[in-house]
T-cell receptor
């Protein structure tokens, strides 16, 4: 069965600090990997996705993620966070034939101004 | 236009009421999804429609009844809900179902069952 683990429940950073959020998945076949963000009071938005090719994926708002197949990981990174990055971040894997997504439990990021 | 719209934004209903949630997209997507999200939890898949046919029902109780009248519209009919069904109900769509297609999410309907 597919599963997604996000190791950090709540991360608190100061502005300009670097960010790395961990995500590990469990799935035996070809996977598609996603990071979604949910800003307070807003809907889920896609940050970036990995389907195939270059394992270093760049997304919106300066975020990037690296797919490491040997580690079953897809960690999210940003070199310098801003207060506006305060949000809940969800890693998701899509591997089923119907495209259903399995979400991790989410990581709440709080950025102090 | 990459928008998925959902109505209403908020809904309060009693346990004996019948209500419906509506979701619409005009991106030409042929797969649509219902998710349930409880507070501080990730979204959990409820139903998948592919080409207007129900393809996945994740063992959802029959008090939730999905309907896909056409490729742009997805409804979720609610009847005899329980207080524990209170949650944010999210609709999403993708170009088709299957691997390789990102899902676009609507803002959700926040449902409170009293």
């Amino acid at each position: 069965a597919q599963s997604v683990s996000q190791h950090n429940h709540h991360v608190i950073l100061s502005e300009a600090a670097s960010l790395e959020l961990g995500c590990n998945y469990s799935y035996g076949g070809t996977v598609n990997l996603f990071w979604y963000v949910q800003y307070p009071g807003q809907h889920l938005q896609l940050l970036l996705k990995y389907f195939s090719g270059d394992p270093l994926v760049k997304g919106i708002k300066g975020f990037e993620a690296e797919f490491i197949k040997s580690k079953f990981s897809f960690n999210l990174r940003k070199p310098s966070v801003q207060w506006s990055d305060t949000a809940e971040y969800f890693c998701a894997v899509g591997g089923g034939s119907q495209g259903n997504l399995i979400f991790g439990k989410g990581t709440k990021l709080s950025v102090k101004p | 236009d990459t928008e998925v719209t959902q109505t209403p934004k908020h809904l309060v209903m009693g346990m004996t009421n019948k209500k419906s949630l509506k979701c619409e997209q005009h991106m030409g997507h042929r797969a649509m999804y219902w998710y349930k999200q409880k507070a501080k939890k990730p979204p959990e898949l409820m139903f998948v429609y592919s080409y207007e046919k129900l393809s996945i029902n994740e063992s959802v109780p029959s008090r939730f009844s999905p309907e896909c009248p056409n490729s742009s519209l997805l409804n979720l009919h609610l009847h005899a809900l329980q207080p524990e069904d209170s949650a944010l109900y999210l609709c999403a769509s993708s170009q088709t179902s299957g691997r390789g297609y990102e899902q676009y999410f609507g803002p959700g309907t926040r449902l409170t069952v009293t």
